[in-house]
């Protein structure tokens, strides 16, 4: 049987084989279609491997296009993201933080009723309870802790568990009803695991929020809820109408998280978790106060006792509003109404009840959230210019600030 490798042999042998010519045409072509695919082979994984040296390495100006870039989506090689953070960075938090998050009952002297059978009285007598529990974050190691003031409010004796389950007594060093804040003491017998703070003022909507605390009591202690910040520069109202400025977040706060920790994902503080929202209808609404106010106002409290601030001497009435105005014939329709404390600064400088201050040094003041933070950004002694409308009239008063409280 004829085939190439003979013709190939025989040429220039001088021997002419009949037949032979379809078959050379024949195997030539093959042998074009065999060079033809070598050479696509070559150029396709040339051009392949191109494409992979580009996606490696990728222009100086991509390059620095993707290192301000977050990976999203799966990783073959790590754990899924979630909200931007990996699981085993949630898990490192929680590992590192929460043995710097303490346990806080409340103990109180409540009066119980006994009935002592049939011709007897009702009998009572007091004893020690557990009135209520929270958390704590440590701020010091020789023991020095941050809670919130309704955490130790009205207590007659605080007990501290820590992490490891040792207890110890507490003593307060200071409260602040304003900020709903307060620093405790213990005496630990070996130093403690301090929380680190970070910087409230970088925070921004959509990072990681981590809550860590004791909600419910002891039966859940230490545990961890996982959101986001959902919201900066809230104001709530207290009881006492105070405006606290505070952090939202969707992470899970309950009863008893109050006075823990509010982190990032790195594991910084970057609040205390103080109140929610639980009327029916909401849900994942739950406030922090900043972590920079939270150590302004705790320094004051552990090197004074207390803290200081301005006043202009005057109590709150409401703020002003067109409905307000309307039903009580006045042209003014924003501002804040408020009635001089007797023997203030407001009253000493001419102020009088129900005047309705208007703008504090020129700059227009709506409510009272924006007339007490102008006021707490000033210090002692320091002369605002106050301007009230009282009737038709539009009068302006030089009010030297007092400490607030004298």
């Known amino acids: 049987m004829d085939n190439f490798l003979d013709d190939f042999e025989n040429k220039g042998s ?42 490696n390495n990728p222009p100086a100006e991509e390059n620095q296009q993707l290192e301000n870039q977050t990976p999203q989506g799966l990783n073959m090689n790590s754990t899924p993201l979630v909200n931007g953070v990996r699981e085993e960075d949630t898990i490192n938090v929680g590992k590192n933080v929460s043995p710097a998050v303490v346990f806080i009952s409340n103990i109180q002297n409540m009066r119980t009723f006994n009935y002592y059978g049939w011709g007897s009285s009702l009998g009572s007598r007091e004893r020690e309870v557990v009135a209520s529990t929270g958390s704590g974050v440590i701020y010091s190691a020789d023991g020095y802790i941050i809670t919130n003031n309704h955490v130790v409010s009205g207590a007659e004796r605080l007990s501290v568990t820590l992490f490891d389950g040792t207890s110890y007594l507490a003593e307060v060093v200071g409260t602040d009803e304003r900020t709903d804040l307060a620093v405790i003491k213990i005496e630990p017998e070996a130093e403690l695991t301090v929380a680190t703070f970070g910087d409230s003022d970088k925070l921004v909507v959509g990072e990681t929020a981590i809550a860590i605390g004791n909600p419910g009591g002891e039966n859940f202690t230490n545990s961890l809820t996982q959101g986001v910040i959902s919201g900066l520069d809230r104001s709530i109202s207290t009881s006492d109408g105070t405006v606290l400025k505070v952090v939202q977040t969707d992470a899970a706060i309950n009863p008893g998280n109050s006075g823990g920790a509010l982190c990032n994902a790195r594991g910084e503080v970057i609040g205390i978790n103080t109140i929610k929202i639980s009327m029916t209808g909401y849900e994942g609404m739950g406030f922090a106060i900043p972590s920079n106010d939270v150590l302004s106002i705790c320094q004051q409290l552990i090197e004074q006792g207390k803290v200081v601030r301005p006043a202009l001497g005057v109590g709150i009435v409401c703020n002003m509003t067109p409905q307000l105005a309307y039903y009580n014939n006045l042209t003014q329709e924003t501002g804040v109404v408020v009635v001089p404390t007797e023997g203030g600064a407001a009253a000493e400088a001419g102020l009088k009840d129900y005047d309705i201050i208007v703008a504090l040094d020129d700059q227009e003041i709506e409510t009272y959230s924006e007339l007490q933070t102008y006021i707490f950004n000033h210090q002692i002694g320091d002369t605002i210019k106050v301007s009230v409308v009282r009737g038709e009239e539009k009068l302006d008063f030089n009010v030297v600030l007092q400490e607030l409280g004298d």
């Open 14 to 55: 001088g021997k002419t084989r009949r037949g032979g010519g379809f078959k050379t045409v024949v195997l030539a072509c093959l042998l074009c279609a065999l060079i033809s695919a070598a050479v696509s082979v070559v150029i396709c994984t040339e051009v392949l491997g191109r494409n992979q040296t580009a996606q």
